[in-house]
């Protein structure tokens, strides 16, 4: 039997309920185009307000996320590998690795020992690192201060051995001191990459007594780029560039002077020496990334971009 429904157009229907089901059909779909429709809404919002890209290797991202890497590009940040400078941190060469001896030095540091007890670093600054700091830095991606945070974190953990039962669980707390920007480089960029990492970093150590210090060094005067210098000429540049705020709160203190990026160690020892000097009893030095000699002049301009102030 046929019948015209007004409306709806022509269905053709018997006793057997085909009717019934074409209209119960319709009316499904109906229901269904306002989900469809919101999340079509959401899909598009989600394409407007987050990168569709990594912003390290340009893969599609298919998962929200405040920081837009990819899944593959954290994995791929690796920690330092090999025998390795039990003060600088530097890499040791083969020679130095098979010397036999029962300190892991290197030559620089056998010459001539910094103001700092040790410093560690998760990784190279030659991989995926140098563009994760950088997104932090100058496209000025906060979230990425979190990942960063997990890495220096680490890269504290690696001096555990080398820290005293006192440092680690008694007496005075370790001050955690960022290095700073001047304040005019403070106000252009907005914020203190080093101090973000720091914070960050504090979620995820344990066992040590630290407490985050980021107004007792300040740096006075704005330095030269470290670009292209001597070692020498750095030394000179940074000279008198930083200053303690509180030295009554140093000391009898241990200090873990914190950065993004050790390229030749100037401005962590320029700080170890200014901190000591005004009563810390020890300086330790973390970084999230530093350079390998090898690859310091190749790290210095990558782009156009200069590494960071660390120097």
Request: glycine share 6%.
């Amino acid at each position: 039997m046929r019948g015209d429904v007004p409306g709806r157009g022509r269905f053709v229907f018997s006793s057997t309920g085909d009717l019934t089901r074409a209209v119960a059909t319709e009316s499904a779909a109906r229901e269904r185009l306002p989900a469809s429709w919101l999340r079509g809404i959401a899909e598009s919002l989600f394409a407007t307000i987050f990168p569709s890209e990594c912003r390290l290797c340009n893969a599609f991202l298919t998962n929200i996320s405040r920081l837009p890497v990819c899944d593959e590009c954290i994995s791929a940040l690796k920690p330092l590998e090999g025998k390795l400078c039990d003060i600088c941190g530097e890499r040791l060469s083969h020679a130095q690795s098979m010397s036999g001896s029962d300190e892991d030095i290197c030559a620089m540091c056998r010459n001539e020992a910094p103001p700092y007890v040790a410093a560690s670093a998760y990784g190279s600054y030659d991989t995926q690192l140098r563009d994760l700091i950088h997104l932090l830095k100058y496209d000025k991606v906060l979230p990425a201060a979190a990942v960063l945070g997990e890495k220096l974190a680490q890269a504290i953990k690696r001096m555990q051995d080398q820290m005293t039962e006192q440092t680690l669980f008694e007496g005075p707390p370790l001050l955690l001191v960022p290095v700073p920007l001047h304040s005019s480089k403070s106000r252009e960029r907005g914020f203190n990459q080093a101090e973000l990492i720091a914070r960050a970093a504090l979620k995820h150590a344990v066992g040590q007594r630290l407490e985050l210090s980021t107004h007792l060094l300040r740096r006075r005067r704005v330095t030269e780029s470290q670009i292209g210098l001597t070692q020498n000429q750095r030394k000179q540049n940074l000279r008198g560039a930083f200053a303690v705020t509180e030295p009554d709160k140093l000391q009898g203190c241990e200090v873990l002077l914190v950065d993004d990026v050790f390229t030749t160690g100037t401005t962590a020892s320029e700080c170890a020496r200014v901190l000591r000097r005004a009563g810390a009893t020890k300086v330790w030095v973390a970084t999230v990334a530093r350079t390998l000699k090898k690859s310091v002049q190749t790290a210095e301009l990558v782009q156009g971009v200069p590494v960071a102030m660390t120097g």
